[in-house]
């Protein structure tokens, strides 16, 4: 079945940097755009990144544009985002996720806490 394990999180200060990745499996993931959310304490799950199939297009939400870069290895089913000069306000759960066979699957997520 499918599967994403993300990874890369932790405690980072104002304007330091970070790299998640995600290791999917479970389908053919050369083929499927994949996706970064945010959900922050209270708040609703958002869009970060999106990257299609072969790296062609990447797609950023206006808070993260210039500063987050999404990235994909198809030989090692990995997907990442290099986050940097980190902002408090970029605090939360990310996750990555994909759209397979007319279902979203979520990773388990993985905690960026920005403070200083």
């Known amino acids: 079945q499918v599967q994403l394990v993300e990874s890369g999180g932790g405690l980072v200060q104002p304007g330091g940097s970070l790299r998640l990745s995600c290791v999917a499996s479970g389908f053919i993931f050369s083929i499927y755009d994949m996706t970064w959310y945010s959900q922050a304490p209270g708040k609703e799950r958002e869009l970060v990144a999106t990257?299609?199939?072969?790296?062609?297009?990447?797609n950023y939400a206006a808070p993260v544009k210039g500063r987050f870069t999404i990235s994909r290895d198809n030989a090692k089913n990995t997907v990442y985002l290099q986050m940097n000069s980190l902002k408090p306000e970029d605090t939360a759960v990310y996750y990555c996720s994909v759209y397979v066979r007319n279902r979203r699957y979520w990773g388990q997520g993985t905690q960026v806490t920005v403070s200083s």
């Open positions: 990257i299609t199939t072969f790296g062609g297009r990447t």
